[in-house]
């Protein structure tokens, strides 16, 4: 189930939860065994195997690319715009190139980029969330009205000025991506800090004159871990989502590298001929990989928000 | 409720004027001189100079930044360097255009979502659960471009129900552009759909667990009055809200649409001024979006403290 509290809280502080206080009563085997459990009942959830099989499938494609696919992706010696046949399963595009082939190898792009966004937005946003949550005051005053700042505006949007006026590399995509990405989890792990900070643990580590550091990264952040692997697993969604946004809207890595994105914003121009398999094969797999990763993510939260 | 508004309102100021911050320091990142950026190296440098002194580019930095937070409370962004019109003479009718399509996208959005979203709570873990949660989830997960694509090739190109190109031609009548707006403003709907449904369902499952809802079913209230009288004021709450996020973001979505669809909306200007490096135009669209999002965002809240008097009792305290 979703929490509406979760989304929209903000970033106002609630009260300590007792299941948190539960969670510091317990001791460390016992919470490696709690974490087990989980583990074990995501693994067993239907929506969590047929996002990994999905996702594997592609990564399996992007890993092995040409020497698995059907015909070379880039090679366009073929007659132009022949419908899904025999020879050609998804047809070919309008230079004559392999529509599978392309869809195959085209998994390579989105997927080295977006998890790795992901992954540096969720750090980034993790070592700010624990400063604001932690230290507070001013920093924490300043810091949280810089994020809602943020967040006022859609990612592709920023995303798109950004690129244009940087140029779009793919490390310029990987950069604004990741770095769009760090205030929404900042937001996520600040609120989470927040229901730590004041909990024993915490202030007798404090008394033992541990330094602030120590207390934010082993400390506190072991016990905000459930929140902040569900968010990774949504934002690897989001990322996923993002980088096919851009690259169709023309800021993505520059052709002719297969894309998905950009294979559809080079297909959707011949489908008032009737041509729709340059456009609809590709806007199938991004719709496949976009859902199995939320699929993913859903069976992720379901249980570490249950627990 | 008088101090609970005011509160709201400066905190609405302060994030807009961080935002147009933010643009300024994304525009202005890359230091160099934007004239020879724009016109290219083969141009003479007198031209260049001139376009600079044209557009004050050439001025320092700290005045160019009071120009730009001065241009927001004014609403004038300056001048487009593609056609060298006002900037708001170029967004303000695209952004009438989008408008029309959001608006569209939202009436068929919001009725059924939270109609779902009721229906999916009341059967709360049963089949038709299960169906519209994942529905949801599918629908608001993926790219609203992919939707628009493939119901496109589906019905504008196979089954020729809708338009391909949804400009209407000039002088169609309302109900006539109809047929134009329907098949991309029912790609936006469907990515709204799961986020609301998903809110209306928590919400409505929260509330039917309240004491208040007990109270009220046990002092011999129908399930009617109890949904209507108790728990959709409180259980849509976060619907509201999400809909006046989605707003905002909505013009995330829009531009992936409008591209598709070749529709002449505000997505479609900001691309091309994206393309043509015309910075005005796009900032400008950026903060405007921003300024939307802020009115409807704080509209939303007000909305909400009516609806609900523990938020405005709770605030004015």
């Known amino acids: 189930m979703i929490d509406p509290d979760a989304i929209i809280a903000g970033p106002s502080a609630g009260p300590p939860s007792p299941v948190a206080a539960e969670a510091v009563a317990m001791g460390m085997s016992e919470r490696k065994q709690a974490r087990r459990e989980n583990w074990r009942l995501i693994r067993r959830r239907p929506a969590f195997i047929i996002g990994n099989t999905i996702v594997a499938v592609w990564v399996f494609c992007a890993i092995m690319g040409e020497r698995i696919t059907p015909h070379d992706p880039l090679d366009f010696r073929s007659t132009p715009h022949l419908s899904p046949g025999s020879d050609f399963w998804f047809g070919t595009d309008k230079t004559g190139r392999d529509v599978l082939s392309r869809v195959m190898a085209g998994a390579r792009d989105v997927l080295k980029i977006a998890p790795l966004a992901a992954v540096i937005g969720v750090v980034l946003g993790v070592i700010l969330g624990l400063l604001m949550g932690y230290i507070g005051k001013r920093l924490d005053n300043v810091l949280s009205r810089i994020v809602e700042a943020f967040l006022a505006l859609p990612v592709i949007l920023i995303a798109l000025l950004a690129i244009t006026t940087l140029g779009n590399s793919a490390w310029v995509v990987l950069g604004v991506v990741s770095v769009l990405f760090t205030p929404v989890v900042a937001r996520t792990v600040r609120s989470a800090v927040l229901a730590e900070r004041d909990l024993d643990y915490v202030t007798s580590a404090k008394l033992r004159g541990e330094s602030s550091g120590f207390i934010m990264f082993r400390e506190i952040l072991p016990n905000v871990s459930g929140p902040i692997i569900v968010e990774l697993t949504v934002r690897v969604g989001y990322a996923v989502f993002t980088v096919a946004t851009l690259s169709f809207l023309g800021a993505g890595p520059p052709p002719p590298s297969p894309d998905w994105g950009a294979q559809v914003s080079e297909g959707y121009v011949s489908l008032s001929a009737g041509i729709w398999w340059t456009t609809f094969f590709p806007a199938l797999a991004i719709a496949s990989l976009v859902i199995a990763v939320n699929l993913i993510a859903d069976s992720v939260q379901s249980v570490l928000e249950a627990s | ?317």
């Open chain 2, 1 to 317: 409720m008088r101090r609970y508004l005011m509160r709201r309102l400066v905190s609405a100021l302060i994030t807009l004027w961080l935002l147009a911050t933010i643009v300024f320091a994304i525009v202005n990142v890359l230091p160099g001189n934007i004239g020879r950026k724009i016109l290219g190296p083969f141009a003479p440098q007198s031209e260049v100079d001139a376009f600079n002194t044209r557009l004050g580019t050439d001025k320092p930095l700290l005045e160019q930044y009071i120009t730009s937070i001065k241009n927001i409370v004014t609403l004038d962004f300056g001048d487009s360097y593609a056609s060298g019109s006002a900037v708001t003479d170029v967004i303000f009718p695209a952004l009438f255009r989008s408008g029309k399509l959001a608006l569209l996208a939202f009436l068929i959005t919001i009725p059924i979502s939270i109609a779902a979203g009721i229906i999916a709570a009341r059967r709360q873990d049963k089949a038709t659960d299960r169906v519209i949660v994942n529905v949801g989830l599918a629908s608001s997960s993926i790219p609203e471009f992919v939707t628009a694509a493939v119901l496109l090739s589906i019905f504008c190109v196979h089954w020729k129900i809708g338009k391909v190109f949804a400009n209407p031609p000039p002088g169609t009548s309302p109900i006539d552009q109809l047929q134009y707006l329907i098949m991309p403003a029912l790609a936006m709907a469907i990515a709204y759909f799961g986020y609301l449904a998903r809110m209306t369902r928590a919400g409505v499952i929260q509330s039917l667990q309240s004491d208040y809802a007990r109270t009220a079913t046990m002092k011999g209230l129908s399930k009617g009055q109890v949904m209507r009288g108790h728990i959709l004021r409180n259980a849509l709450a976060p619907t509201i809200t999400v809909i006046s996020v989605q707003i905002g973001y909505l013009f995330g979505g829009i531009i992936g649409v409008e591209k598709v669809f070749n529709y002449a909306g505000l997505g479609s200007t900001m691309l091309v001024a994206a393309k043509t490096r015309d910075i005005p135009v796009l900032q400008g669209a950026v903060l405007l979006i921003g300024i939307i999002y802020m009115v409807s965002t704080l509209l939303a809240d007000l909305l909400i403290a009516a609806l609900n008097p523990r938020v405005r009792l709770e605030t004015s305290s």
